[in-house]
């Protein structure tokens, strides 16, 4: 039987095998064709008010697409952490090469506390595929909530767990988005032995493996407010930073959502708490 720890390595190898097809993908449009601003839709940055004279922690940040954003915007220091070696080489080259300062740590999010030697921040931003890697939430809040100066923000923004339920299911002459997975956690992590990954590119060569865990949104307020942070905002949105299913049109803003005429669903949701 393979054990949490052993997942949680699995994950880790995954992610150093998936970097390489991600920095090359056209997805990630690294040859300058998307901006770090392009990974946030406009209520983002209204929920997260202004930046200057803030410190910013990116948790579980891959290569920093969408950390180079904060110093843009006028935060003091912005640190991204990622378990990703090659992730986080590359996110330092990335920053470097845009002449953006970021502080880069490479730490597994649960020992983020003593990776960082105990620093507080103003600002704790995660999500966008970032929870379902994660077997216990209430763990993760603690270390959150231990990473926030007194008044410090956690702002996740994360693919909703509908959308994660949701799959196309072929029928004759359409192809319609029908609950194909679970929406609630508790059975367990999903297993995946996939060679292929979220972007365009080649097949990983190696460490195809990963374990994904299933949160619903019950389970992610619990949690932060387990940790005895203040939930001040919860919001859900039909938008996508990208085009997940065919039929999904380009929104003003930039992003994604499905045509008119279709049910307006949540494919995305934000949590806004305070220490």
């Known amino acids: 039987m393979?054990?949490?720890e052993e997942m949680?390595?699995?994950n880790r190898r995954n992610w150093d095998a998936r970097t390489p097809v991600h920095v090359a993908s056209a997805f990630y449009g690294l040859d300058g064709s998307r901006s770090p601003e392009d990974w946030f839709a406009p209520f983002e940055w209204e929920d997260l008010g202004t930046l200057p004279g803030r410190r910013v922690l990116h948790l579980q940040c891959h290569l920093g697409t969408e950390t180079?954003?904060?110093?843009a915007r006028g935060a003091e220091h912005t640190v991204g952490l990622d378990f990703s070696g090659e992730a986080v080489a590359q996110a330092r080259r990335l920053a470097e090469e845009a002449g953006r300062e970021v502080e880069f740590v490479r730490a597994d999010v649960h020992r983020a506390v003593e990776a960082l030697g105990g620093r507080r921040f103003d600002v704790v931003y995660t999500g966008k595929g970032a929870l379902c890697y994660l077997p216990d939430l209430a763990a993760w809040a603690e270390v959150v909530r231990d990473l926030l100066r007194p008044g410090g923000v956690l702002y996740v923004v994360e693919f909703h767990p509908l959308l994660n339920a949701l799959g196309p299911v072929a029928r004759p002459g359409e192809h319609d988005l029908l609950l194909a997975h679970d929406y609630l956690g508790g059975r367990g992590p999903v297993r995946s032995d996939s060679p292929?990954?979220?972007?365009?590119?080649p097949?990983?060569?190696?460490?195809?493996?990963s374990f994904e865990w299933r949160h619903g949104i019950g389970e992610v307020v619990t949690a932060v407010t387990g940790a005895g942070l203040t939930v001040d905002l919860l919001r859900e949105t039909d938008l996508l930073p990208w085009q997940r299913f065919a039929s999904m049109e380009r929104d003003e803003c930039g992003w994604w959502r499905l045509p008119e005429g279709e049910p307006r669903i949540p494919l995305m949701f934000a949590?806004?708490?305070r220490a």
């Open 203 to 209: 097949p990983l060569r190696e460490a195809t493996t």
């Open 8 to 10: 949680l390595r699995a």
């Open 2 to 4: 393979t054990t949490e």
């Open 68 to 71: 180079q954003a904060f110093p």
């Open 196 to 201: 292929h990954t979220y972007t365009d590119g």
């Open 271 to 273: 949590l806004r708490a």
